[in-house]
């Protein structure tokens, strides 16, 4: 069995983060509780930055201060998943606005979708919305993603 890089991959249009449920990412139920959904987006949202910019704390110091912040995101859970699974998370570039990206992202077990979620991020600097840096908005160019 092949082990995936501890940062994920990307390809074909996506980035696949795979992860594995821990007993703290669940509640009393054994289920995985919601809002640990929403750290395992924000670990495939950075590590598709990670692969296409580098660290996000050098992208912050070579930009002069920019950050990127959520500032809306719709989520669907459809199934459980359960404590021990193990998890692709899947982020990928659905559109990109003047100072903000439109990620599409879904958390699977076996190829089988749990939740969907789709993600607005602003490029934030002193707390201003500002451009995409040109070379992170060449590099998210949306595509038709391959996610079989």
């Known amino acids: 069995m092949t082990t995936p890089p501890i940062g994920g991959a990307l390809g074909d249009g996506v980035h696949r983060l795979t992860l594995r ?10 289920f995985v509780y919601h809002a640990s ?16 910019a580098g660290d996000q704390s050098d992208l912050h110091r070579d930009a002069r201060g920019l950050v990127f912040v959520v500032r809306k995101m719709a989520l669907d859970f459809l199934r459980p998943a359960r404590m021990d699974d193990l998890l692709d998370v899947l982020t990928w570039s659905s559109e990109l606005r003047g100072a903000s990206m439109h990620l599409s992202q879904e958390v699977r077990r076996n190829g089988e979708t749990l939740t969907r979620a789709d993600v607005v991020v602003a490029c934030v600097r002193d707390g201003r919305a500002i451009r995409l840096p040109d070379s992170l908005r060449r590099s998210l160019t949306p595509s038709i993603p391959v996610v079989g």
């Open 21 to 30: 449920v821990y007993y703290e990412d669940t509640d009393f139920s054994g």
């Open 37 to 52: 959904y929403l750290r395992f987006m924000e670990r495939g949202r950075t590590e598709l930055l990670r692969s296409l």
